[in-house]
């Protein structure tokens, strides 16, 4: 049965701490970044006010965040931070230490661009930099999505048949500081969903020391990196587990939790996308068919662990595939792309593949502009 | 789909005007969408906000380019709405004791209100910066009839809680009073 939930207004990075406070972490360590500041500020609120008993660290640095998070983690306890862009860069030696070291913790990155220019507005380039550093990585399309995946990712993450850290992904300001509405449940049915975390994936005791981080040889590092591997193919059905369980007792859902489709089954030409240009697709979709062009779209929502199984299967059943990437990787292509054409081939679907790198940096992407591409594509 | 472009100065809390009426517009029923435009909102610099209300989910994210209704909350900033994108039908909302006369025989619609006056006598300033946010929500919803006063007043409420409410409700209900509402 879907428990009650009340309508409110917020932006993205409110919905990101209310989902939060309602896991209650009991360690939250985080340095501020435009655009993420107002999470970490308002769970510093939080506790301040009382509403979450949690300890918050104030730490100089996103290195440090990330290395008390880290610490947390180990102790045994619900860890959560947040960054952007270029705090996410200063963190990176432990981003991979945290993805390497199976650390369950959740980090919302607030998706913005990376210098140079100076600029605050929102592309990929940040989070896909750190595709590889074993974390999974969920992207949202709108306020309701990162509440909705930020109380998901505790759950998948705190699995002990998982333990992988969190990524949710949510675009810079066009979700972060965008007022919109979430249905909100109860702080109980919330809580209730994830549970607590009291049978932690690792937990440090003194009367029983481990080491940590020490020297490792070749068999046993590579054995633990295929682990890794392991776990991010049965996170796959976990995230879709716990997203099934989810729209059972919040009543929403996106698509299977690794991919939303959109529209007929079949089409001429199918937009594949991720984040709010997912979203700004769906519209580009219905305009398109007032005009008799049939187009559909398969958003990808959770980027690592890859869905290929469902790409392979919605591929199959169409004619063309055209990418949109807010990210690049240059001397190549766009990321998402790049991995789509891979998965086809290796699979044998010759459904043609074309894409195109757009909202780099903030640059608008109206559903104008992805009903010209989707015309530009179909005449091809 | 009802698409709002706002004007103001940094300072003057235009962001947040837009965020309320964004909740105003939820309390009437309707999703509703705020997007400030960040990158230049420093104190006196110019600021858009952008606001959506529709009867079914809002899945567009992008800035507002062609407005059913503009808000201006500094004269000064006329200049920088292109008026001709405004939906002839719609309201030019402005922070004035008369019609601009820039707007004068345009045959547009315009309701206006001497936001700065109203908000400076309830002592609606902050750091030297005359806070006509409110004052401007009241002009709105009078000139636009798109939100009950009720709802906008649930939405002031809910925002500056108690201690902080009165002088803003004052605020949009003096505008709400005193707008006028022409064909310019």
Known sequence: MVVKQETKSMTGNDAASYAALFAKPEVIAAYPITPQTTIVENLSRFVDEGKLEAEFIIVESEHSALAACMGAAWSGVRTFTATSSQGLLYMSENVFWTGYGRLPIIMPVVNRCLAPGWNIWPDFQDSMAFRDAGWIQMYTKNNQEVFDTTLQAFKISESKDIALPSMPCLDGFVISHTTGQVDLPDPEDAFEFIGPYDDPIIELDVENPWAYGSMTGPDQYSKNRRDLMVAMERAKKKIVDVHKEFEERFGRSYGNGLVEPYGDDEADLTLVTLGTIGDEAHEAIDRLKVEGHSVNALRVRTFRPFPVEDIVEFAKKNHKLVVIDRAASFGHEGPLRIEVEAVLKRHNVDTSVSGKIMGLGGEDVPYSAIIDLAKKELKE | ?184
Do not use: C
């Open chain 2, 1 to 184: 789909m009802i698409e709002i472009i706002q004007i103001s100065r940094g300072g003057s809390g235009g962001v947040t005007g837009a965020k309320i009426l964004a909740e105003a517009a939820m309390y009437e029923g309707l999703d509703a969408q705020a997007i400030p435009k960040y990158g230049s909102e420093r104190r006196g610099a110019a600021v858009e906000a952008y606001v959506r209300f529709n009867n079914a989910p809002i899945r567009i994210h992008s800035p507002v380019y062609d407005p059913n209704h503009a808000m201006i909350l500094d004269i000064s900033l006329l200049d920088r709405i292109d008026i001709s994108r405004v939906d002839q039908d719609g309201v030019i909302v402005i922070n004035s004791k008369e019609v601009p006369e820039e707007l004068k025989g345009t045959g547009r619609k315009v309701a206006y209100v001497d936001a700065t006056g109203i908000s400076q006598e309830l002592g609606l300033v902050l750091s030297g910066f005359t806070l006509v946010n409110m004052t401007m929500l009241g002009a709105f919803v009078k000139g636009t009839e798109l939100i009950s006063f009720e709802n906008l007043e649930k939405a002031i409420r809910n925002y500056w809680g108690e201690k902080r409410a009165p002088k803003n409700v004052e605020a949009a209900k003096r505008a709400y009073e005193e707008t006028k509402v022409v064909r310019a």
